[in-house]
């Protein structure tokens, strides 16, 4: 159908450039309603068989994520830092590396901006601001650089060495929020309040909508760039064809290293505006589930500009809709975790061609562990 | 310090590290089959905590056994969607094994607060008595180490028997190996991969809930959510450790239990250093293994990737 539209040859069609976004919109636009459709009615029957009426259920969960200036203001906060995750792990994914480390990452990050930003604490806020940033930036680099090192070296896999960097960053905030950064007032594990001049304000007051959504605006126009400047296209290449890449002199463990130590950044960035902006202190919870589910979002968009702010803004929706929900219908908010999986499952199959062709990257580099032997 | 010198303190880790283990036993040999098979289950934690919710849900008003078998069947059920997608549909593997471990986390979130009314009796059951083997857990320390469990590790140590021998002396085992490395060259042989693929899946599936399962009735005994924490992908870990054998897994296993005890008891020799350093070990015991093993393992030539028939 869209072949007709770009008037090509169907049988000799070219392959498809992985970036060409206006006719896979075209193509797919039906099956993805299909896909959250179905996610809808499987979420809606989950309900009924526990005895809950889907309607209010769904009612209550658009309102809260869509019905009022604090219900927007509260899907944007959730949607910025999956957008940015999801853009960072993007990266990753085309230069074909799975990362689930973001996790670990963020609470790096969140644990650097913290740190930066006390050292600055008497500075003017155009000095701190951005040196905090920096400093969740750096943070979250550093937490992903052994991985890093270690797939390009010793082909150690990404998926399970990230995993158990995150597992270190969860016993170091437990540590640090119960010990060196805990304030002595506190009884809950968590630190002082986050210093003001460094403080990410709001946007609209009454919300929780805050400056730092902004850096997922600027994350995406620079992955915009990323994906059609020269060294993106490198590394797109690597992911879809490693052999031919290294034949063209692209150098495997520098892309390997690289994008993942841009997923790192990108993370860290996010731990320090849920620090500075969302939280305005550091909770051992700072980085809740983002880190997983910006993985999930990059999959579901595709690991493309479009798809990934458009299931980053669905995800932050269900989520603020979902707590919303739990509030005023005593429905559990696990109810949006059941509907993301199944639309990421929905969508497994509805991207299958894509999928297979984003995957030819990720699969030609895979290794579960040491070299792939052919 | 000197309590380092003493048998006890070993013993008593070597048995915590052979409770500890027990759930990632019954994972890992699961997850070894689908592997061998070539595919990629990154779904075991999510088939590990719905294995253990059904397991008390069911072994709450009836007895244990019964909920410990539905735990592996509720996990198998799970499975059976890796099956549909993945397999019959060639949906990416990867993806579906995330959706699937956010699946089982998110019905089983659902399904608890559901059914806990707050400040309501929270479901439980009562942990299982050790089993003594008559002279032998009199032997001095060995005796304490490694002849007082329940039958959930027994269990678990006769399953790695049983699996060993399927997979290296039956038909079947030839078959798992065969489609897993070379699918192409199997189903010239007359080997139905997809068949082959799916039982070993449904396997996996199986053996996950039973290891969600052992989890919650054989130590924890209640539910709360993220109960699993991570012990699936562990397994996938210990997994290249072993190098895709069973018995290799089995040791893997045990290994990580070991030094996840190591980290607790080590809490009261050095009172000093703080307890998340201690925790820390065996993550850190894991890195080094995934690191070194990296040197010598060899996955399946055909993991990862979905065998599209042609016709």
């Known amino acids: 159908m869209a072949d007709t539209f770009l008037g090509g040859d169907v049988g000799d069609a070219p392959p498809e450039p992985l970036e060409d976004e206006g006719r896979r919109l075209t193509t797919s636009l039906s099956t993805s309603c299909l896909a959250v459709l179905i996610a809808v009615v499987l979420g809606g029957l989950i309900m009924l068989m526990s005895g809950e009426n889907p309607l209010t259920a769904y009612t209550a969960m658009v309102d809260g994520a869509f019905g009022s200036k604090f219900a927007l203001g509260e899907t944007l906060s959730r949607a910025a830092p999956l957008a940015i995750v999801g853009y960072g792990t993007a990266v990753a994914l085309r230069a074909g590396l799975i990362t689930i480390g973001a996790q670990g990452q963020v609470v790096a990050g969140a644990i650097g901006a913290l740190v930066t930003a006390q050292f600055f604490e008497s500075a003017p806020s155009a000095v701190a601001i951005p ?140 731990g320090w505006i849920q620090a500075a902006g969302l939280l305005q202190r550091v909770y051992v919870e700072i980085a809740s589930d983002i880190g997983f589910f910006g993985l999930v979002v990059a999959f579901l968009g595709g690991a493309t500009p479009g798809g990934v702010l458009v299931a980053a803004l669905l995800f932050g929706a269900l989520q603020s809709g979902g707590l919303a929900m739990q509030s005023s219908e005593g429905i559990p908010a696990s109810l949006s975790d059941i509907i993301q999986a199944l639309l990421l499952l929905g969508f497994s199959i509805r991207y299958a061609p894509q999928i297979i062709r984003l995957t030819r990257g990720v699969m030609a580099n895979f290794t579960l562990i040491g070299k792939r032997r052919k | 310090m000197s309590q380092l010198l003493e048998a006890t303190f070993w013993s008593a880790t070597v048995a915590g590290g052979l409770r500890l283990a027990t759930p990632l036993i019954y994972a890992s040999i699961g997850e070894t089959f689908a592997q061998r098979a070539g595919v990629l289950n990154l779904g075991l934690e999510g088939y590990m905590i719905i294995g253990a919710l059904t397991s008390l849900y069911v072994a709450d008003p009836t007895v244990a056994p019964l909920g410990f078998l539905v735990g592996g069947l509720a996990g198998m059920a799970l499975a059976a969607l890796m099956v549909l997608l993945s397999i019959r549909l060639f949906a990416n593997q990867v993806v579906v094994g995330f959706g699937l471990t956010i699946l089982g986390i998110g019905t089983t979130g659902y399904i608890f607060h559901v059914t806990t009314d707050v400040g309501g009796r929270d479901r439980q059951v009562s942990l299982p008595s050790e089993i003594d083997i008559p002279l032998l857990s009199d032997i001095p320390w060995l005796g304490d180490a490694v002849f007082g469990h329940s039958w959930y590790t027994w269990l678990s140590l006769a399953l790695v028997l049983l699996a060993g021998f399927v997979a290296s002396r039956t038909i079947f085992g030839l078959e798992v190996k065969a489609v897993g490395e070379d699918p192409d060259a199997a189903a010239a042989k007359g080997v139905d991969v997809l068949r082959i693929r799916t039982q070993a899946t449904l396997i996996s599936g199986f053996l996950g809930g039973l290891g969600g399962a052992a989890l919650m009735l054989g130590s924890v005994g209640r539910f709360q959510p993220y109960l699993t924490a991570n012990r699936g992908f562990i397994a996938l870990i210990v997994i290249i450790m072993a190098s895709w054998s069973i018995w290799g897994a089995a040791v893997g296993a045990f290994v990580f239990g070991f030094f996840e005890a190591l980290g607790f008891n080590l809490n009261n020799v050095f009172v000093d250093v703080p307890i998340e350093g201690l925790n820390a070990i065996p993550f850190f015991v894991a890195l080094v293994i995934l690191t070194v093993s990296a040197r010598w393992a060899r996955m399946p030539r055909g993991l990862g990737e979905n065998y599209v028939p042609t016709v």
């Open chain 1, 131 to 270: 040196a905090a940033a920096l400093g969740g930036a750096l943070f979250g680099m550093a937490w992903v650089l052994i991985p890093a090192l270690l797939r390009a070296h010793f082909s150690v896999n990404e998926i399970l060495s990230t995993l158990l960097f995150t597992e270190f960053a969860a016993l170091l905030i437990e540590y640090l929020l119960n010990n060196p950064l805990k304030p002595p007032t506190a009884i809950t594990p968590q630190s002082d309040p986050y210093p003001d001049n460094g403080i990410l304000g709001l946007v609209i007051d009454g919300t929780r909508f805050h400056v730092g959504v902004f850096v997922a605006v600027a994350i995406g126009l620079l992955f915009v760039w990323w994906v059609r400047s020269d060294r993106g296209f490198s590394y797109d290449l690597y992911g879809e064809n490693p052999n031919l890449a290294q034949s063209l002199g692209i150098s495997g463990n520098r892309v390997i290293v690289n994008s993942l130590l841009i997923s790192g950044a990108t993370a860290g960035l996010v």
